[in-house]
């Protein structure tokens, strides 16, 4: 039993349900996750995961269920003592806690590696160019992209701007990261790089990540839990090493199979 004095987890997902039409694409997802975790989550394609993400960032509405950042409904808000649907404004404020990196890194093409990092932090965050260029500067360095300021994406590789984009997400200084396959439009010889970066951020402090991979060797080695979604559920919610050890599921065990011997 928990202490009733313990912290809400920093995620929390309670029958949460999307559909396209009559595509139900999550299906009563129940998952609370504390603060500081990595979770994995794997599964096949079209099983719900990426739209999992979307749904916490606020680029897909959910159909049903309810999300909660930090003890707050992000969807939803208490007003004249009834819950009715959030304002922008609510939304808005509770986002700011999350960013998203995507599979196909988002920069904006006319602009340099530099401003594409410096952008958010002065127009959402309120930093001057200053401190936002400072900010930028110190994650670019991390990165290892100091030497690429002036640079304009097309100049850039696919592994180098994808650690642009990480370096602008964590320029916003969130809670939570989300990762969508971000290694999944890399050439192959790319793709370690981007992964011992994700490694990095784990290690360097109590930042709450989500990653959405197909990297079964990092999801085992790096994650603290890994969710197995298929066809809109969660059939699997353990550590790394229960689930590729000793799956619960048939279904992990087929998946796990098969994908772990095209990687072999």
Do not use: W
């Not at 960032?57 to 959910?62: A, G, I, W, Y």
């Not at 922008?88 to 093409?109: D, T």
């Not at 530099?114 to 400072?134: F, M, Q, Y």
């Not at 370096?167 to 939570?176: N, Q, S």
């Amino acid at each position: 039993m928990s202490d009733s004095t313990e912290k809400p987890p920093i995620i929390r997902f309670q029958g949460l349900e999307k559909a396209f039409g009559d595509l139900k694409v999550l299906q009563g997802i129940d998952i609370d996750i504390p603060e500081g975790q990595c979770v994995s989550i794997i599964g096949p394609s079209g099983s719900g995961k990426s739209t999992l993400l979307r749904v916490l960032m606020t680029l897909e509405e959910p159909t049903g269920g309810r999300v909660e950042v930090e003890g707050e409904s992000l969807y939803t808000m208490k007003r004249n003592g009834e819950e009715v649907p959030a304002s922008r404004a609510h939304i808005s404020r509770i986002r700011r806690k999350i960013c998203m990196v995507f599979q196909h890194f988002n920069l904006f093409p006319h602009m340099k590696v530099i401003r594409n990092v410096t952008e958010a932090p002065i127009h959402v965050l309120g930093l001057s160019k200053r401190e936002a260029r400072e900010r930028a500067e110190s994650y670019l360095e991390m990165v290892g992209l100091s030497d690429k300021l002036n640079a304009y994406p097309a100049q850039l590789s696919g592994g180098q701007k994808q650690r642009v984009a990480i370096a602008r997400a964590l320029a916003m200084r969130p809670k939570i990261m989300l990762f969508d396959e971000i290694t999944s439009a890399l050439d192959p010889e790319l793709v370690g790089g981007v992964l011992d970066l994700l490694r990095e951020i784990k290690e360097s402090g109590d930042m709450t990540m989500l990653i959405v991979t197909h990297e079964m060797k990092f999801a085992r080695d790096s994650s603290d839990r890994v969710l197995f979604f298929d066809e809109g559920v969660i059939r699997e919610d353990s550590d790394p090493k229960r689930i590729f050890t000793n799956p619960e599921h048939d279904r992990t065990r087929q998946f796990l199979d098969t994908i772990l011997s095209e990687q072999a």
